[in-house]
């Protein structure tokens, strides 16, 4: 992390172009031979701190508390989490906002970015199969087609509605704090990320989350 937080801070203060793998290197006081046995390249640095964020997300889900419905589980998380001085605080969100915009503008780091948001989604997915079928007494697997010659007992796979709840959910998450990033507003109030996905999650609210 320590490496990544380097790469950040390079980042932001003299822009991604102009950031090579050795400056982040001699950032972290480790050698360029070190960086690259952990990366391919610069824009991938900061891959722990983009899955970080994406960490904090998905675990307010899976610990929020059981009674809470799939719609209040999601909300509550997006407080815990976006809300700046208890997930972030709001320097730290003003390094996300600089992070986000330089992945619009870089296609290698955009990439490192959809990459991550993609592990998210299917975190979330095994969560949410967590949080309505373990209450039914099955277990669960994030594997959706089990080897059925195998003789190993498999959990139950996650069903494929689960998937596309995640995916709703973390589309809502993620396109507030995109567009959250392109604007100048300050990361708390109705204008800030909180706001934006809670906004993004009622415009949803007659998803079917999968409860019964």
Not at 120 to 130: D, H, N, V
């Amino acid at each position: 992390m320590e490496i990544a937080r380097a790469a950040a801070a390079l980042f932001v203060r003299q822009g991604l172009r102009a950031t090579r793998a050795e400056d982040i290197a001699q950032a972290a006081g480790i050698a360029p031979r070190t960086f690259y046995r952990y990366f391919a390249s610069k824009e991938e640095a900061v891959a722990p701190l983009y899955a970080a964020g994406a960490e904090r997300w998905t675990q307010a889900v899976r610990e929020a508390p059981p009674a809470l419905t799939v719609p209040e589980a999601l909300r509550h998380a997006v407080r815990q989490t976006l809300t700046p001085g208890l997930g972030v605080s709001v320097s730290s969100w003003e390094w996300v906002r600089t992070l986000i915009r330089l992945a619009d503008a870089s296609p290698a780091l955009r990439k490192v970015w959809a990459e991550v948001c993609q592990s998210s989604e299917k975190r979330l997915a095994e969560i949410l199969a967590e949080r309505l079928l373990l209450s039914r007494g099955q277990t669960v697997s994030a594997d959706p087609d089990p080897d059925p010659g195998d003789n190993v007992a498999h959990p139950a796979p996650i069903p494929l509605h689960l998937h596309f709840a995640a995916a709703v959910a973390g589309a809502a998450v993620r396109v507030a704090v995109e567009s959250w990033s392109t604007t100048t507003s300050p990361p708390t109030g109705p204008t800030g990320p909180a706001a934006l996905a809670l906004q993004n999650l009622e415009a949803v609210g007659e998803f079917e989350w999968g409860e019964e």
